[in-house]
Every structure is written in structure tokens, then in C-alpha cells.
């Protein structure tokens, strides 16, 4: 079985075509950064435009690389929500059409869901059951993970994402869009310690996360401050590692409450090495594994649309002719595939 992927859920354009026995044959990513640049942040119409202008073109680059024609092709996965629903919708037309004029099924893919399986396309993929970090610029969820589709939220954020506070400090930073990688990159020059900022929510029991405070608290830290580059370096260093602590103290208590011992960390925030090898520690210290996406996959990609939806595909689901897609689409209602299928079967190999 082969499957082409569309994800177009917020400011990349991606296409990935994903066989089940060959692995991941073309993966295409276009990234709308210098679109957005100017703003800020993501223009929601901009961004809906420049994935008309650039998804069909993916598309064909992918089919080109990955050969073998459209015959080849089992079915369309497309990124249906969460996202910017102008954006959604861009991705869900397209997908849903060339399906239809091709003579195949489509299958509308969770956003969340293809992060959470993206470590499927690594050659040693996590075990079920699992502990996920799913950490985006939009979410902050530990979910229990015990099969494809068998997602329990343990805790979620109350305001801000995990990236969206590195990206609001960034901000006031005044560093550019996107702000994450910057601060990342901007806090590897920083001293820990010269700036403490609060762990949010460490001191009370639960899994829950609340972001919304640390960009307060650097406000303050800033205000009326003139910031030389060391000491941005340095309030950097204390806003990461402020999320990083926070991300792994809660981690290690839902591996805890889980009695689990395998943790899977997805979403553009696992991109953060500091992050990883701070989880890669923890885990450690308690016995317990830790997998990751690589690098290119922790971000917005179509491979792990295609992994998705190829899971499902194989297992039946598909969508009718209408074109659907959701801004909001809570990861729990998703329905289960394949019981008991494990992870090694779900795993298709590397590219
Ligand atoms: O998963 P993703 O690409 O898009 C969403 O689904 O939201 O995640 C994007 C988020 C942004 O907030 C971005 O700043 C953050 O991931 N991010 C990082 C790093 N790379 C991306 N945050 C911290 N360190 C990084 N290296
Ligand atoms: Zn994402």
C-alpha cells in the first residue's frame, strides 16, 4: 500500500509519499516563514494562499521523486485539523479531488495524531503502551498512548502551548518570527541561573501546564532594562529552561502515574535539543526510554500525515466526496484502529 500526504494546517506546505513496504519514498516541504516575516506571526489569509500557490507543485515533485505514477498510489491522506481552517481547507480540497479523480480513497488525518506517530517512520519505533509529550506551537498535552487511535489526555495546558511561550518571549525579546528556534539558539549562549523565572504549576500535584505567566514574568524582568546581548543571551537561558523543567519534572510524573516506561516527545518543540537531553536524563535516571521523531519531523511535515494515514487507510477508514476540515477536533474522539496491533507492524521502515 502507497499513500500520498497533504499537510497544509498552518504555515508549511508539505507532501510525502509513504509505502508500506518500501518506507518513506518522497518527502517535500516548503515553509512560508519569509511570508509571515514582516507580521510577526502567521497571516491565517496568507497563509491560505501561498498553500494554494505551492501544494499542487509539492505534490508533483514528490510523485516525481518517489516514482512508480499515480497508479501506484492506494489512497490521499490530508492533514483535516486541528489548524487554520482557510489553511485546512486549501490542503482538504486538493487531497479530497486529486482522490476522487484518481479513483482511490481519502482519508482525513488528525494533525496531533500524525505527530504522535511520526516516531513510527524511525527505524526503531516506541513500543504501545507509551507516554506522549506532544509539544507544538499550539498544544502542550501528556497523552496516554496505547495503541493507534487509543489517546487519553493526562494533562493539558490551561492558556499558552509550551511553543507558543517560547515564541511570545522571543517576542518581547525582540527577536524574529519564528521565535522558538531563535530564543533556543539565543539561550546556548546564555548563563543558567542569572534569571530565575517561575516553574509553573511544578508545586502542585497534577499534570496540567500553564505558560501563560512566564511571559509575564519576563516582562517584568525587562522592563525598563537595557538589554545587552549577554544578558538577552542570559534571560533566554532562563525562560528555556524554565519550560525544559517544567516539561520534565510533569513527564516524569505521568511515566509515574502511568506505571509506564517509555516516553514519546513529538511536536516542533522536540525539536529543542536542550529539551531532549534533559528528558533523555530524567528518563534515564528512571529506567525509562525515551523516542523522538528526528530533527525534520519534530516540525510541520507531510511524512507524518502519511504515516497516519496509511494506518488508517490499511485499516478501512476513508472519507465520503465531501470536503471537510476542522479548526477544533479534540484528539480523544478519534476512533481506534486495529487493536492490538504493535507498534513494529505499525512501523514502516525508513526512508
Ligand atoms: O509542531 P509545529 O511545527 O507546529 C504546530 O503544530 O504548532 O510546532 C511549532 C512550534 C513553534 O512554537 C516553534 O517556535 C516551536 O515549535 N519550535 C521550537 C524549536 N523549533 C520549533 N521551540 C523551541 N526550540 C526549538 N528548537
Ligand atoms: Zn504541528
Known amino acids: 500500500m502507497r499513500v500520498l500526504a497533504i499537510e497544509s494546517s498552518c504555515d508549511e506546505s508539505a507532501a510525502a509519499i509513504l509505502d508500506e513496504t518500501d518506507g518513506l519514498l518522497a518527502h517535500e516541504l516548503y515553509s512560508q516563514v519569509e511570508v509571515h516575516r514582516a507580521y510577526g506571526g502567521v497571516v491565517p489569509e496568507l497563509a491560505s494562499r501561498d498553500h494554494v500557490r505551492?501544494?499542487?507543485?509539492l505534490v508533483r515533485r514528490a510523485l516525481e521523486t518517489a516514482g512508480g505514477g499515480t497508479d501506484s498510489l492506494c489512497g490521499v491522506a490530508y492533514t483535516a485539523g486541528p489548524g487554520l481552517i482557510g489553511a485546512l481547507l486549501t490542503g482538504a480540497a486538493l487531497g479530497r479531488s486529486l482522490a476522487y479523480a484518481w479513483g482511490i480513497p481519502a482519508v482525513a488525518v488528525h494533525h496531533l495524531e500524525g505527530h504522535l506517530l511520526a516516531p513510527l517512520l524511525e527505524p526503531q519505533p516506541p513500543p504501545f503502551p507509551h507516554v506522549a509529550l506532544l509539544v507544538s506551537?499550539?498544544?502542550?498535552?501528556?497523552?496516554?498512548?496505547?495503541g493507534v487511535g487509543r489517546y487519553r489526555i493526562l494533562g493539558d495546558t490551561r492558556d499558552d502551548a509550551a511553543g507558543e511561550a517560547f515564541d511570545k518571549t522571543a517576542k518581547l525579546l525582540g527577536l524574529p518570527y519564528p521565535g522558538g528556534p531563535e530564543l533556543a539558539r539565543l539561550a546556548g549562549a546564555?548563563?543558567?541561573?542569572?534569571?530565575?523565572f517561575p516553574r509553573p504549576m511544578l508545586d502542585r500535584p497534577g499534570l496540567e501546564f500553564s505558560f501563560s505567566g512566564l511571559k509575564t514574568a519576563v516582562q517584568h524582568a525587562v522592563r525598563g532594562r537595557a538589554l545587552d546581548p549577554r544578558l538577552e543571551a542570559d534571560v533566554a537561558r532562563g525562560v528555556q529552561d524554565a519550560i525544559i523543567e517544567t516539561l520534565t519534572v510533569?513527564?516524569?510524573r505521568a511515566l509515574e502515574q502511568t506505571g509506564l516506561d517509555t516516553l514519546v516527545?513529538?511536536?516542533?518543540?522536540?525539536?529543542?535539543?536542550s529539551l531532549r537531553?534533559?528528558?533523555?536524563?530524567?528518563?534515564?535516571h528512571r529506567g525509562a526510554r525515551v523516542y523522538y521523531p528526528r530533527i525534520?519531523?519534530?516540525?510541520?511535515?507531510?511524512?507524518?500525515?502519511?504515516m497516519a494515514g496509511l494506518l488508517r487507510l490499511r485499516a478501512g477508514a476513508h472519507?465520503?466526496?465531501?470536503?471537510?476540515?476542522?479548526?477544533?477536533?479534540?484528539?480523544?474522539?478519534?476512533?481506534?484502529?486495529?487493536?492490538?496491533?504493535?507498534?513494529?507492524?505499525?512501523?514502516?521502515?525508513?526512508?
Open 265 to 273: 516527545v513529538s511536536g516542533g518543540v522536540s525539536a529543542n535539543l
Open 296 to 306: 525534520e519531523f519534530c516540525t510541520d511535515n507531510a511524512a507524518m500525515i502519511a
Open 190 to 196: 546564555g548563563v543558567p541561573g542569572v534569571f530565575q
Open 319 to 351: 472519507q465520503g466526496l465531501a470536503i471537510e476540515a476542522r479548526a477544533h477536533w479534540p484528539i480523544e474522539s478519534l476512533a481506534p484502529v486495529a487493536a492490538g496491533a504493535s507498534s513494529r507492524e505499525a512501523s514502516l521502515g525508513s526512508p
Open 277 to 284: 537531553a534533559a528528558l533523555a536524563a530524567a528518563a534515564a
Open 137 to 146: 506551537g499550539g498544544h502542550t498535552q501528556l497523552i496516554e498512548v496505547r
Open 54 to 57: 505551492k501544494l499542487l507543485p
Open 250 to 252: 510533569k513527564a516524569e
